[in-house]
């Protein structure tokens, strides 16, 4: 079957700009993340979706990001007043539930400030 | 909060050795360990994972073992293949919430 969708796969803005980075989870999956990973480095958790409600956003750096998932589904992270600092690769994995702990990570959407 | 540390960072086999992976964690009370291989472009993929009720876990060639009293956990990967190249990274599940924490990774690289 399909598996995680992301998109774009690659965006370029200019420093300042607000962009939306979206997520198509595996389709029946009820959970959803947001992971940010810079260059060399492991997935760095943003936030965990159960449903429609974020169930935890403690990995969100700060107010700038922010994260919705409105039926269940789909997700999109929005950054507004983007930061040379924001460029890196945005995953997005899904599991079956909380208690499926096995998660299925998208392609990435890599995001360049400049 | 977890926190998990890997090593080496980079490791180079020759092809058909075993290659072994090292990772710590720090919340004992962590129950949950993933195992991903990364390769360039894609997204990391689930590989192997084991629960804090096994010692080990074995999948053809691949095989972690799970220390909970010295709050390790290794891969280990025989028979190396050079399609094995790729980054590799461990994880720890946060019991205090529902964040998966990621090692470092392991850049493999398997010589034909």
């Known amino acids: 079957g399909a598996g995680v969708s992301q998109t774009p796969s690659n965006k370029v803005t200019e420093k300042g700009k607000y962009v939306e980075l979206r997520c198509d989870p595996i389709s029946g999956h009820t959970a959803l993340y947001w992971y940010r990973q810079s260059l060399g480095q492991g997935p760095e958790f943003l936030i965990y979706?159960?449903?429609?409600?974020?169930?935890?956003d403690s990995g969100l750096p700060n107010d700038r990001f922010f994260a919705v998932r409105p039926e269940g589904s789909v997700s999109t992270l929005k950054i507004q007043r983007t930061e040379r600092g924001d460029s890196a690769v945005y995953l997005c994995?899904?599991?079956?539930?909380?208690?499926?702990?096995?998660?299925?990570f998208g392609p990435g959407t890599r995001l360049t400030v400049t | 909060g977890e926190n998990v540390e890997q090593h080496p960072s980079t490791l180079s086999v020759q092809e058909g050795d075993s290659a072994v992976i090292k990772c710590t964690y720090s919340d004992s009370a962590s129950n949950y360990f993933p195992w991903y291989k990364q390769e360039l472009g894609k997204g990391p993929q689930l590989i192997i994972d084991i629960r804090s009720n096994v010692g080990e876990k074995k999948d053809q060639r691949i095989a972690v073992t799970l220390n909970k009293t010295a709050k390790h956990f290794s891969l280990h990967i025989t028979e190396t293949q050079p399609e094995d190249s790729a980054v590799y990274f461990c994880?720890?599940?946060?019991?205090?919430?529902?964040?998966?924490?990621f090692g470092a990774g392991t850049r493999l690289f398997v010589k034909a």
């Open positions: 979706f159960q449903g429609t409600g974020a169930a935890d």
């Open positions: 994880a720890a599940y946060d019991t205090g919430g529902f964040k998966t924490i």
């Open positions: 994995a899904s599991s079956l539930g909380t208690l499926e702990r096995e998660q299925y």
